[in-house]
């Protein structure tokens, strides 16, 4: 079946620093992909939409310059957190559509624990 | 505004007794699917309902699609501590491939 691999799936940074998630379709062309964060004991949020070779959709407040998302090609998208901050701590998910079967795969998630 | 309303927020089921949890939404659905999860741990697809009245079931699990397309109920039979989890109800409202919007989760319990 249509998997999503989403790595790392978990980080520890410095506040200030930046990190980068990636999530890669292995076995399909994923033309749209999804970003989501959750904080604990709480629903995924969607943050953004990402459209490979244009630039992606940011649901209203999102800042686009601190969480830049980048879908250079149909098999990988990738979120980087800029200058992160502990309240940036959070589980990031990425998912993506399947045109081919109407429905979405999700990656496995990643914990960012900024300190 | 949140779009999707699910209930109950958390429930606490001793083993052996059925469940309910409920998603309604405010506009009619495209599609409506359940996952379960455990924080911090990636989704687990259960079903997609997609039709007017549509039910489906695996397992000890059955979810169902009224025919206006604004409301799903996922029931599960003799519950299971392996049931334990939190529930997710999320729904695409225009066209497929839009993006999932999800409910804020209901969380099981079960206790044996």
């Known amino acids: 079946g249509a998997v999503v691999s989403q790595h790392p799936s978990w980080v520890i940074c410095k506040s200030g620093t930046s990190v980068k998630i990636e999530c890669r379709s292995l076995?399909?062309?994923?033309?749209?992909m999804f970003w989501y964060r959750q904080f604990p004991k709480q629903s995924l949020m969607l943050m953004a939409t990402?459209?490979?070779?244009?630039?992606?959709?940011?649901e209203q407040g999102v800042e686009k310059d601190k969480f830049l998302i980048n879908h250079a090609s149909l098999t990988l998208s990738t979120l980087t957190v800029t200058s992160a901050h502990p309240e940036d701590s959070s589980f990031y998910i990425c998912s993506a559509s399947l045109e081919s079967t109407y429905g979405y795969t999700f990656g496995s998630g990643t914990r960012l624990t900024v300190v | 505004s949140q779009e999707l309303e699910q209930s109950p927020q958390s429930l606490i089921v001793q083993e052996g007794k059925n469940l309910t949890i409920n998603c309604t939404s405010s506009?009619?659905?495209?599609?409506l699917y359940w996952y379960k999860q455990k924080y911090g741990e990636g989704l687990i697809f259960l079903m997609m309902?997609?039709?007017?009245?549509e039910e489906k079931s695996h397992e000890k699990i059955t979810a169902k699609l009224d025919e206006k397309k604004q409301q799903s109920s996922l029931h599960i039979t003799a519950s299971q501590p392996s049931h334990a989890g939190i529930y997710l109800c999320g729904a695409d409202f225009d066209q497929a491939g839009t993006a999932l919007i999800f409910g804020k989760g209901t969380t099981l319990s079960v206790s044996s």
């Open positions: 506009k009619t659905l495209y599609g």
């Open positions: 990402s459209n490979e070779g244009s630039k992606a959709t940011y």
């Open positions: 309902l997609q039709k007017g009245g």
């Open positions: 076995d399909f062309q994923a033309t749209t």
